[in-house]
């Protein structure tokens, strides 16, 4: 049994159920605000660079994109169009849970 591949296969399944769930499940847990928010830092941190992509290629030599797109790429720069999707999420997530919070305390 290749336990190296089992592990790349349960690493990219869950880097991209962390991607799924930042999008889908901002609305329902105020927690994965805080997910985002350390994403979103990581990214400043990093030069728009994917940390979890980074591990990736330097445990599997193999990134998700180049996985499930057959897309070759050695700069892990998540692209311009998603991170702003991301911040707006972020931020509309900030905007409901806030509200929420504040109707409880209201009520």
Do not use: D
């Amino acid at each position: 049994m290749n336990y190296n591949l089992i592990f790349k296969y349960i690493f990219f399944w869950c880097h991209m159920l962390s991607i799924c769930s930042s999008f889908i499940i901002v609305f329902l847990y105020w927690q994965i605000l805080l997910i985002q928010a350390f994403v979103i830092l990581s990214w400043y941190l990093n030069h728009n660079k994917c940390i979890l992509t980074q591990i990736e290629y330097l445990l599997f030599q193999e990134t998700i994109i180049t996985f499930f797109l057959k897309k070759q790429t050695s700069n892990f720069r998540v692209p311009q169009k998603k991170r702003n999707l991301f911040y707006l999420l972020f931020f509309l997530g900030c905007i409901y849970h806030y509200y929420k919070y504040n109707k409880l305390l209201i009520s």
